[in-house]
């Protein structure tokens, strides 16, 4: 696609259950990024993959959360039973190599409300 | 741990004026910086970067320059206009591994009043 996609837009749930947040990144794009945006604050770092290395999970909050990427492009972000704290706009970003000079292309996000 | 800090917002300007936003950061080794912005309903992209020490960024009138003596990367702009309102975010990659993990600060809001 044109350029990194995530769904849902929005999703509101019950506290103590479980989402999916899918994030489809640009075609050929070897890096991957979770972020989190909470109202009022800056953009915290969750989750990297680069290509087939491990992921760097040291953002990751809680065990609650967790992400994989499948086949090296498509990712999902699950949250486990959420908490009313899980609510921010989760955004993802793609990048070309993964080089630390490197432009980071984001998404709309996904705008989590934990009920 | 590295960290960027941006001055707190909402800063509102007049069209035309002149804008600082200032940025500081603590980092190990040699980081580059960068600058993303969100326009309203849109998502965050890249405005300028830069990559080493005294190296100046630029891009739709904004100017940052890598400082190290003062470990600052301010973003400025001669004459804003109302299109300019936006969310600012300063950012930095390490500069001890080859990542383009990006350390954010909380982003600095401007209003822009014609």
């Known amino acids: 696609g044109a350029g990194v996609s995530q769904s849902p837009s929005n999703k509101v749930t019950e506290k103590g259950k479980d989402v999916e947040l899918r994030c489809d990144p640009i075609s050929g794009h070897t890096a991957l990024y979770w972020y989190r945006q909470s109202l009022g604050q800056g953009l915290e770092f969750l989750i990297y993959?680069?290509?087939?290395?491990?992921?760097?999970k040291s953002g990751l909050p809680s065990d609650r959360f967790s992400a994989e990427r499948t086949g090296g492009s498509v990712s999902t972000l699950t949250i486990q039973r959420t908490q009313q704290e899980d609510s921010a706009v989760y955004l993802c970003a793609s990048s070309l190599g993964g080089q630390r000079v490197e432009k980071l292309f984001f998404g709309s996000g996904t705008q989590l409300s934990v009920l | 741990g590295n960290s960027v800090t941006q001055m707190e917002g909402p800063v509102t300007l007049s069209e035309e004026a002149f804008l600082t936003i200032n940025c500081t950061y603590t980092a190990t080794g040699y980081p580059s910086l960068f600058w993303y912005v969100q326009y309203p309903g849109e998502g965050l992209q890249l405005l300028l970067k830069a990559t080493k020490a005294d190296d100046k960024g630029s891009n739709k009138g904004f100017e940052a320059t890598y400082r190290k003596e003062t470990t600052s990367f301010h973003l400025e702009k001669g004459s804003v206009q109302v299109s300019d309102s936006a969310v600012y975010f300063c950012?930095?990659?390490?500069?001890?591994?080859?990542?383009?993990?990006?350390?954010f600060g909380q982003g600095t809001t401007l209003q822009v009043k014609p």
């Open positions: 993959f680069q290509g087939n290395s491990a992921p760097d």
């Open positions: 950012a930095l990659s390490e500069g001890s591994s080859n990542t383009g993990k990006l350390i």
